[in-house]
């Protein structure tokens, strides 16, 4: 009797244990799933205080680095133009080696481990028994060499956009419950991805005219408070141009707004090439424009002169011989406006006014 009821309890025992331990199995997944969500959900309040898509991607891959603290480096993989991979964001990677690393999807760790089917969040506990020649599998300069991979599929309304890639330097790293994570994460990223581009083109439309692709009149005002704001900027070099189209109202009403629409659109792309990087450009409206050109004011008005004899030679459409182009302009430097831009508006205006009658009378 004695060694039945010994034997009954180690039973119990053992069943005990084992309850226990499934117990904290399951606290700890669901633990990791709660972490996850926040994760995700931080990730998500992210989009509409990240300017540019590579910070986002960035702050993607190190949080999910995060959620697997077992791993030592990752990327985010997107397809670029050319339909290779490319990587977005990376934690641990050499920088000159991942800023040139292009890759077909065929050859990609997920695609050979899925054998390219590409629908499910794989852990591949051995790499080198997928590794090819154009496989980056070193990382920085530790020299940490790639051995493990939970690879997931990142798709953005429905399409396959690119992988989320979370490495390991030692085999059989990672486990299921990494799979759950990644994958989780995966489906959220995706969702995010979209509303970020979805956020971005919003933005896009919010602060540029449709149009000419320029700053519009808000956005425009909005630089240019900021510079005329800004204490290290030297005004005796900024100047505030106010740009007219001449006759376009004209040119609508005889030829037609399709062939006024062309005007503006090659005034645009021509003022572009003649303004420095750090000018500001803007469409203000109709046939008015405005800019910030910073340099010397008798540089400015001889390249605008210039612009102005290109601009004329400029050939629009089919009907370009019953319409020249031109365009008239004011200057007013910012010494003069005692920081007020709409000072700054008014002078550039006269004097735009002023040289629009000088040109009738000659």
Do not use: W
Not at 41 to 59: F, G, H, K, S, W
Not at 171 to 190: C, P, R, V
Request: aromatic content about 8%; charged content about 25%; some cysteine.
């Amino acid at each position: 009797m004695n060694i039945i009821f010994f034997v009954i309890i180690v039973i119990l025992a053992g069943l005990l244990i084992l309850s226990i331990q499934r117990n904290a199995a399951v606290i700890k997944e669901k633990e990791q799933f709660i972490l996850a969500r926040d994760t995700a959900l931080d990730i998500a309040n992210r989009v509409v205080n990240t300017q540019y898509p590579a910070e986002l991607y960035q702050y993607i891959l190190e949080a999910c680095l995060k959620l697997i603290p077992k791993a030592k480096f990752g990327s985010i993989l997107m397809f670029n133009t050319e339909g290779l991979l490319t990587a977005k964001a990376s934690v641990g990677f050499n920088r000159d080696e991942i800023s040139r690393f292009k890759l077909k999807l065929e050859e990609s760790f997920l695609s050979i481990a899925t054998k390219g089917k590409l629908d499910q969040t794989v852990i591949i506990n051995r790499l080198e028994d997928l590794i090819l020649p154009q496989n980056i599998v070193n990382s920085g300069d530790q020299g940490f060499a790639i051995r493990s991979e939970v690879s997931a599929p990142l798709r953005v309304g429905g399409e396959l956009a690119g992988m989320l890639c979370i490495d390991g330097d030692q085999d059989g790293l990672f486990s299921e419950q990494d799979i759950y994570t990644l994958d989780y994460m995966a489906s959220q990223i995706g969702i995010v991805i979209r509303n970020q581009k979805m956020y971005s083109e919003m933005l896009r439309i919010s602060r540029y005219d449709g149009l000419s692709n320029l700053l519009n009149r808000d956005s425009f005002d909005r630089e240019a408070e900021k510079l005329l704001n800004d204490p290290s900027k030297d005004s005796a070099s900024l100047h505030f141009v106010l740009m007219d189209l001449d006759n376009l109202k004209s040119a609508n009403d005889t030829i037609g707004h399709h062939f006024g629409d062309e005007v503006i659109r090659k005034f645009s792309e021509l003022m572009q090439k003649y303004l420095g990087k750090n000018d500001l450009f803007g469409r203000y409206g109709g046939d008015e424009f405005a800019a910030v050109i910073q340099g010397d004011p008798l540089n400015i008005n001889h390249g605008l002169e210039d612009a102005n004899n290109e601009f004329m030679d400029t050939k629009i459409g089919l009907l370009a011989t019953e319409f020249i182009p031109s365009f008239s302009y004011g200057v007013a430097c910012f010494q003069e406006s005692d920081l007020n831009l709409d000072t700054l508006y008014k002078l550039a205006d006269k004097r735009m006014y002023e040289a629009k009658a000088r040109k009738k009378r000659s």
